[in-house]
């Protein structure tokens, strides 16, 4: 099993357990690159941040995003253009952007110390 199968396969997983308590929603990493689109500007399409102040999210588990656009949403997390954004959102949008970067591999380099 390839590295991007494992990592779409943990996505799906993270998403399933995510919806125990509600409904599932099944991922879309396809209609999560069209979400991205508007992601772009501040996360990048790749997922590699493009301002100093917005994380990095290629590669991050799919549940990690779920619940951090969940936590803008109810404003448990604080900052102004990412409350704005989760509340435009659909369900199936964050599910969807969030298989979308998790899917996305990265190759983590070492240097030397």
């Known amino acids: 099993m390839s590295a991007r199968e494992i990592t779409m396969r ?3 997983m993270a998403l399933v357990l995510l919806g125990a308590g509600g409904p599932v929603i099944a ?13 772009q500007g501040c996360h990048g399409m790749d997922g590699l ?3 100093p102040d917005a994380p990095n999210l290629a590669a991050q588990p799919a549940i990690y995003l779920v619940k951090a656009m ?3 949403r ?3 997390r604080q900052h102004e253009q990412m409350n704005v954004v989760a509340q435009a959102l659909s ?3 964050v599910a969807d952007v969030a298989a979308y970067y998790a899917a996305i591999e990265i190759e983590v380099v070492k240097t030397p110390q």
Request: some cysteine; charged content about 30%; hydrophobic content about 40%.
């Open 70 to 72: 969940a936590e803008y």
């Open 91 to 93: 369900e199936r949008e």
């Open 10 to 12: 943990h996505a799906l």
């Open 49 to 51: 941040s493009k301002q």
């Open 74 to 76: 109810a404003k448990a």
């Open 27 to 39: 991922a879309d990493i396809k209609a999560g690159r069209q979400v991205a689109l508007g992601c």
